[in-house]
């Protein structure tokens, strides 16, 4: 697994310590797992085994690999699954994000980059396993929240815990947050079932509501008390013309950013919760 200290494989890795993959062979012992992370590896417990790097330079790998996760960069993971030693009926997961479409026709060129780098990583690895004979499955998350490790929430909820102030766009948008533990559990649903073999799955919470609910359920997680302060979506827009980083959230603030899951339902049997955050959430402790 790759990106084993993210917030999905924080909970994904529990899920496998332990688990048998329907295609390892040995009479139903327990699958070992090799965790892969830049960070400095955690302490090895159960049947997971840590490593350090980054791909596509990724410490050597001595045994055959049944399976393959990746919740890092996608193009990175394509150009190292190119040579890595695969077992036989290798099984892979990758996660994309559903930035590769809702960036497309940004109005900042760097958001359509990255939009194109998604897609061109997603390209990439689907080549390398059809030409591997790879099992693979593509998961587009839309934004991730769970344990206080996403870059979109937590940092508003940690900023209003030390101002006691949550100012946010009352914008009607429609938003789809999703759990990371309903990623990781879409994750080892694609390793196990025939039917997400060859799928590229969107993948949204339980619920759309519109980005000012959204952070309105955000404050109300909160352990202590944030004053609201909603701001109008029309004045904030050439207000971001004097902030560039800005330009291209704001001009997506009356945008719906939301997911079809009726294949991961179907063919998963994935049914992720609503948006009900708590504390912990942002990696908050209740008082």
């Not at 950013?257 to 063919?267: C, M, P, S, Y």
Request: charge should be positive; include cysteine; aromatic fraction near 4%.
């Amino acid at each position: 697994m790759t990106g084993a200290t993210s917030q999905i494989g924080h909970f994904l890795l529990p899920m496998l310590d332990g688990h048998t993959l329907a295609n390892d062979p040995r009479n139903g012992e327990r699958t070992p797992v090799l965790a892969l992370s830049r960070r400095r590896p955690g302490v090895a417990r159960g049947h997971v085994c840590w490593l350090q790097g980054a791909l596509p330079a990724a410490p050597a790998i001595e045994s055959p690999l049944r399976a393959a996760v990746s919740f890092g960069p996608i193009d990175a993971f394509a150009a190292w699954l190119d040579t890595a030693p695969l077992g036989p009926s290798p099984r892979v997961v990758a996660t994309s994000s559903m930035s590769a479409e809702s960036k497309r026709e940004s109005i900042v060129a760097s958001e359509r980059a990255i939009s194109q780098r998604l897609r061109d990583g997603e390209q990439r690895l689907i080549d390398v396993c059809n030409r591997r004979g790879i099992a693979w499955t593509i998961l587009r998350p839309t934004l991730i929240y769970g344990v206080g490790l996403d870059r979109s929430l937590t940092p508003i909820a940690r900023r209003a815990m030390r101002t006691r102030l949550f100012a946010y766009p009352d914008a009607p948008g429609l938003r789809q947050p999703v759990h990371a533990q309903d990623v990781a559990q879409a994750a080892l649903r694609a390793l196990e079932r025939d039917a997400a073999v060859g799928v590229t799955f969107p993948l949204g919470g339980g619920e759309r509501i519109t980005a000012g609910e959204m952070f309105r359920r955000v404050r109300a997680s909160l352990p202590v008390a944030a004053l609201p302060i909603p701001l109008p979506v029309a004045p904030l827009k050439p207000l971001s013309q004097l902030h560039g980083a800005l330009r291209g959230p704001v001009s997506r603030l009356t945008a719906d950013l939301v997911a079809d899951n009726t294949e991961l339902r179907q063919r998963l049997d994935v049914h992720p919760r609503p948006f009900r955050p708590t504390a912990s959430a942002w990696g908050l402790d209740t008082p």
